[in-house]
Structures are given as structure tokens and as C-alpha cells.
């Protein structure tokens, strides 16, 4: 296969596409002529973005309003797909807390284990029979870079983006020869609503990826896996984490991440 749309194409799912990494996905997707499906809860932010989307690349966008703290929610956002051939999805919303362990809101961390973790394996379990069936195609599961060790005072979410990283690798695994790729993205920081969501001024950052650079680089290594971190200074550094003895690995950690007050 020569092309990125004869590959994925002709239509991809992205989950979380109203903001952040998942619009970037969206925008560099359509820019690839791929037709899409877009599900996220703000889905005025949707239609907006299918308007442009449409406008801008000739393609046609389908909207799906879902919220992934349901359980029912992924077998509901398969089903809205049957009638469309999708050859790539992009498993991408998320969300994260920061902070001690124990003042974690428990209902909050219920939901992000759901979102994160119950969502991403639903919606794989979902496509892989199908992708199976059409004999090419790609899954794209987005973890984080904290996926790939413990994250103190990000304990909850690291916790679930490792999951993410096991998913993800086990199905890498699985799937050899079916003509499925498989990737789990582990970005770095990345421009998104994310950062002001948990509190941290995105202005204060460094070393910062445009979603759209994320989005690009990582549909350009889907066959690539079974794990991608598309920041070249997240990866270096977690690249050196992960060498590091363990325990020494997780006190710098703690000593970066811990809370001020
Ligand atoms: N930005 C980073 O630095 C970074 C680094 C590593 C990994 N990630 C991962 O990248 C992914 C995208 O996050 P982002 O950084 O782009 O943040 P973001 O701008 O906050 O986007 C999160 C997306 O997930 C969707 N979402 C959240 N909860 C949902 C729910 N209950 N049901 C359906 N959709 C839901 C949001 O849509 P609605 O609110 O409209 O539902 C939104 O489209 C996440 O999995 C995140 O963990 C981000």
C-alpha cells in the first residue's frame, strides 16, 4: 500500500476530538483526505470543526455525541460507526489528575479509570474483529508519557495510561501479520486544554508539541510500534527515566511532580 489513505482510509474514528490532541488528529487526518467520525461530549465544538473540516478538504465528518464515563457508551459509538468503513481509529480522549494520592476526588478517579482504561479497550475490542476482517487498517490508542513508569503525585493517571501501554503492546503483539498496525502514542506535553484543566498555567510550560505536529508525526509512524513518543525531549528524558534504577527513577520523579502546597 503506497498511500496513508489506501493504508487507513477511507474513514477513521477519533474519540476526544473537540479539543487538544484529538482536533489535531482530526485537522491533520482531513488534510490526508481521510473521511472522519468524531465523538466527544461538546459536540457544538464538533460541528464547528466538521464545518471547517469539510470546507477546507472536501471530506465528509459525522458527529457522535458521547460521553465515555458511561459504560454503555463504547458499544453505543461502534454501533454509530457500522455504516461507515472505518480503516483507522484513533482512541484519544482522556483526561488526567494531578496531585496527593489521597485527595484525589474518588468519584473523579472512578471516572478517569472508565475514561481512560474501561473506554480504550471497549472501543478495541469493538474494531479489531473488524479491522481483523478487512485485512488492513490501524488502531491508535493515545497513552502518555507517564504510562511508561509510576508517576507520584500523578498516580492515578500514570496508573491508567500504563494500562494503556499494555493494551496497546498486547495487541501489537496479537495482531502481527493480520495487516492491522497498532500504535500507542505516548506524547510528551502537548498544546491542549489538559494542562489548564489540572491547574498548571500552560504559559509556564516548556518544551511544549503543537497537537497538530503530535497528530502528524504519530500517523506518520503507525506502523511503527507497538509504543511512540512523538516529543523529541519528553522521549529523550523518559528514555533515561526508564534506565535509571527504579527507586531512583521515582524519588527525581517525586521531587519534580510534588505539589507546592
Ligand atoms: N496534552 C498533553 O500534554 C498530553 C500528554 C500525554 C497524554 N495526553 C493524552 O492525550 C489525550 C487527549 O488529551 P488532550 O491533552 O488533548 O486534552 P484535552 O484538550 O482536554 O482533550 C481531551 C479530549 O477528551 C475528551 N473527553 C474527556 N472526557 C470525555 C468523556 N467523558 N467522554 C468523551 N470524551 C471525553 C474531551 O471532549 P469533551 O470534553 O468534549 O467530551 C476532549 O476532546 C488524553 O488521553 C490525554 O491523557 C495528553
Known amino acids: 500500500m503506497d498511500t496513508f489513505k489506501e493504508r487507513y482510509g477511507p474513514a477513521a474514528l477519533v474519540t476526544g476530538a473537540s479539543s487538544g490532541i484529538g482536533t489535531g488528529f482530526a485537522e491533520e ?24 473540516l469539510e470546507a477546507d478538504y472536501g471530506i465528509a465528518v459525522q458527529v457522535v455525541r458521547c460521553d465515555l464515563a458511561d459504560p454503555q ?31 484525589v476526588d474518588a468519584h473523579v478517579m472512578a471516572e478517569m479509570l472508565t475514561v481512560n482504561c474501561h473506554a480504550q479497550m471497549q472501543i478495541a475490542h469493538g474494531f479489531v474483529p473488524k479491522m481483523k476482517a478487512r485485512g488492513r487498517g490501524g488502531l491508535l490508542l ?16 500514570a496508573a491508567t495510561k500504563a494500562l494503556v501501554v499494555a493494551l496497546g503492546e498486547g495487541l501489537w ?57 512523538p516529543n523529541p525531549h519528553y522521549r529523550a528524558l523518559f528514555e533515561r527515566m526508564t534506565a535509571m534504577p527504579r527507586q531512583q527513577a521515582l ?11
Open 173 to 229: 503483539g496479537e495482531l502481527q501479520g493480520t495487516g492491522v498496525d497498532v500504535l500507542t502514542l505516548t506524547p510528551g506535553a502537548t498544546e491542549s486544554e489538559a494542562a489548564a484543566k489540572q491547574g498548571f498555567d500552560p504559559a509556564k510550560m516548556t518544551n511544549v508539541q503543537s497537537a497538530r505536529e503530535c497528530a502528524a508525526l504519530a500517523l506518520d509512524n503507525l506502523a511503527n510500534g507497538p509504543t511512540y513518543c
Open 29 to 52: 487526518l482531513a488534510a490526508r483526505g481521510i473521511n472522519l467520525v468524531l465523538a466527544a461530549r461538546r459536540v457544538d465544538r464538533l460541528e464547528e470543526l466538521k464545518a471547517r
Open 251 to 261: 524519588l527525581a520523579m517525586a521531587q519534580g511532580m510534588r505539589p507546592k502546597n
Open 142 to 157: 493515545v497513552s502518555s508519557v507517564e504510562g511508561l513508569m509510576g508517576g507520584p503525585f500523578s498516580t492515578a493517571y
Open 73 to 103: 457508551a463504547p458499544a453505543r459509538l461502534v454501533a454509530a460507526c457500522e455504516g461507515d468503513d472505518i480503516g483507522l481509529v484513533v482512541s484519544n480522549a482522556g483526561f488526567g489528575i494531578k496531585g496527593w494520592f489521597e485527595q
